[in-house]
């Protein structure tokens, strides 16, 4: 909710559409930065006490958001919360993760995905009728969110956060990690566009309300959800090339339809199929990320900063790129990206037999 209502509460308080994509890359920009370095500089011994410093870092970052004078105040507030990120997801999808194989990590993964992508989907709907009352008042139910958040973190027992079984795994990881994980770069280049740029275009150029943008975005995470439960039901993509070319093609389809499309009935398929889509790439990498590895701290590290990489230069350049020329060059950008990486990938697979029944 707070990425998506930061939209209109900076839109209001004055900031250009460069400016926003500028913010927009900011804490992620320092979630990448820090998801790299604080496994260097810290020793985890509490998984309980840096969740709850990540949520406490979040609540305080909202906070002076909302107070900041200034826009280089801001910019400031938004570094804290992305290094308050870095202490999160890493984390959670290490512990998640931890010890399962095969059925047992997809139903780990996808339990995750779900319980997360609920959450982003509604927050999209209530983000969106809620800055029609007021561009603030996101802000200040995400700050009530953080403080619930805390306060349940630190009254739950705590676990052993040990990685000595971990270290002493034989890493078996699949070749298809490193095809998994282009997907999920290049598809959140496309996902941060949609989430920071689009809602500015629907607005200035369509004409659709913050809810009907926020009911729109909510098929997408609800399908998201959805597909992700499915997906852990099923084992049929697992090690599977083919898989993870389709997924690629179809994510390039999706971006060029978006340029032929303008009505809500028609944005509401696409991000129904965009849904479907996002859930797939994004298991892929998460499962081709940790499946037979060693070191699955690294792994996921691996994978949050690729995702983090895309997500930061969707909104970075998507904002240029929208101020300067219009929504439809940011499409075009993507799809020269998409397209240009699914070139390369295809001899590389075919060179390292990927195709060859299922490349474990």
Same mark, same amino acid.
Not at 86 to 115: D, H, Q, R
Not at 140 to 151: Q, S
């Given at each position: 909710?707070?990425?998506?209502?930061?939209?209109?509460?900076?839109?209001?308080?004055?900031?250009?559409?460069?400016?926003?994509?500028?913010?927009? !890359? /900011?804490? &992620?920009?320092?979630?990448?930065?820090?998801?790299?370095?604080?496994?260097?500089?810290? %020793?985890?011994?509490? =998984?309980?006490?840096? /969740?709850?410093?990540?949520?406490?870092?979040?609540?305080?970052?909202?906070?002076?958001?909302?107070? !900041?004078?200034?826009?280089?105040?801001?910019?400031? !507030? @938004?570094?804290?919360?992305?290094?308050?990120?870095? =202490? @999160?997801? &890493?984390?959670?999808?290490?512990?998640?993760?931890?010890?399962?194989?095969?059925?047992?990590?997809?139903?780990?993964?996808? !339990?995750?995905?779900?319980?997360?992508?609920?959450?982003?989907?509604?927050?999209?709907?209530?983000?969106?009728?809620?800055?029609? %009352? #007021?561009?603030?008042?996101?802000?200040?139910?995400?700050?009530?969110?953080?403080?619930?958040?805390?306060?349940?973190?630190?009254?739950?027992? *705590?676990?052993?956060?040990?990685?000595?079984?971990?270290?002493?795994?034989? *890493?078996?990881?699949?070749?298809?990690?490193?095809?998994?994980? /282009?997907?999920?770069?290049?598809?959140?280049?496309?996902?941060?566009?949609?989430?920071?740029?689009?809602?500015?275009?629907? @607005? *200035?150029?369509?004409?659709?309300?913050?809810?009907?943008?926020?009911?729109?975005?909510?098929?997408?995470?609800?399908?998201?959800?959805?597909?992700?439960?499915?997906?852990?039901?099923?084992? %049929?993509? $697992?090690?599977?090339?083919?898989?993870?070319?389709? #997924? $690629?093609?179809?994510?390039?389809?999706?971006?060029?339809?978006?340029?032929?499309?303008?009505?809500?009935?028609?944005?509401?398929?696409?991000?129904?199929?965009?849904? @479907? *889509?996002?859930?797939?790439?994004?298991?892929?990498?998460?499962?081709?990320?940790?499946?037979?590895?060693?070191?699955?701290?690294?792994?996921?590290?691996?994978?949050?900063?690729?995702?983090?990489?895309?997500?930061?230069?969707?909104?970075?350049?998507?904002?240029?790129?929208?101020?300067?020329?219009?929504? $439809?060059?940011?499409?075009?950008?993507? =799809?020269?990206?998409?397209?240009?990486?699914?070139?390369?990938?295809?001899?590389?697979?075919?060179?390292?037999?990927?195709?060859?029944?299922?490349?474990?």
């Amino acid at each position: 909710m707070v990425n998506f209502a930061l939209v209109y509460f900076l839109k209001e308080k004055g900031f250009s559409s460069s400016e926003i994509g500028l913010s927009a !890359s /900011i804490y &992620p920009m320092m979630y990448l930065i820090f998801c790299i370095a604080f496994p260097k500089v810290i %020793r985890r011994h509490s =998984l309980k006490k840096e /969740i709850a410093t990540s949520y406490l870092g979040m609540l305080i970052s909202v906070v002076l958001v909302i107070m !900041s004078p200034n826009k280089a105040l801001t910019y400031f !507030s @938004l570094c804290i919360y992305g290094i308050s990120m870095a =202490l @999160l997801w &890493p984390n959670m999808e290490t512990w998640i993760t931890a010890g399962a194989e095969g059925n047992e990590l997809n139903k780990a993964v996808s !339990s995750f995905n779900f319980a997360w992508s609920s959450g982003a989907g509604v927050s999209t709907l209530l983000g969106g009728v809620l800055s029609e %009352r #007021s561009s603030s008042l996101p802000l200040y139910i995400a700050i009530a969110f953080f403080i619930a958040l805390v306060v349940c973190i630190l009254t739950t027992k *705590d676990r052993d956060s040990s990685k000595a079984e971990e270290e002493e795994i034989v *890493d078996h990881s699949t070749p298809l990690r490193y095809f998994a994980w /282009i997907g999920v770069l290049i598809l959140y280049a496309g996902y941060s566009m949609i989430i920071n740029i689009y809602p500015l275009f629907a @607005l *200035d150029v369509l004409g659709f309300s913050e809810s009907l943008t926020g009911t729109l975005l909510l098929f997408r995470g609800m399908t998201a959800c959805i597909a992700f439960v499915l997906i852990g039901k099923t084992s %049929r993509w $697992q090690f599977s090339a083919p898989t993870i070319v389709i #997924s $690629q093609i179809v994510y390039i389809a999706l971006v060029a339809a978006m340029g032929f499309i303008s009505t809500p009935v028609a944005y509401a398929v696409f991000f129904v199929i965009f849904g @479907l *889509d996002f859930s797939l790439v994004y298991m892929l990498s998460i499962f081709h990320g940790a499946a037979g590895a060693a070191n699955r701290e690294k792994r996921m590290m691996i994978h949050e900063v690729l995702l983090t990489v895309g997500t930061v230069a969707g909104s970075l350049f998507g904002g240029i790129l929208y101020e300067l020329y219009s929504f $439809q060059t940011i499409l075009n950008a993507i =799809l020269i990206a998409s397209s240009a990486a699914l070139i390369v990938e295809l001899p590389l697979m075919k060179k390292i037999g990927c195709f060859n029944n299922k490349s474990k």
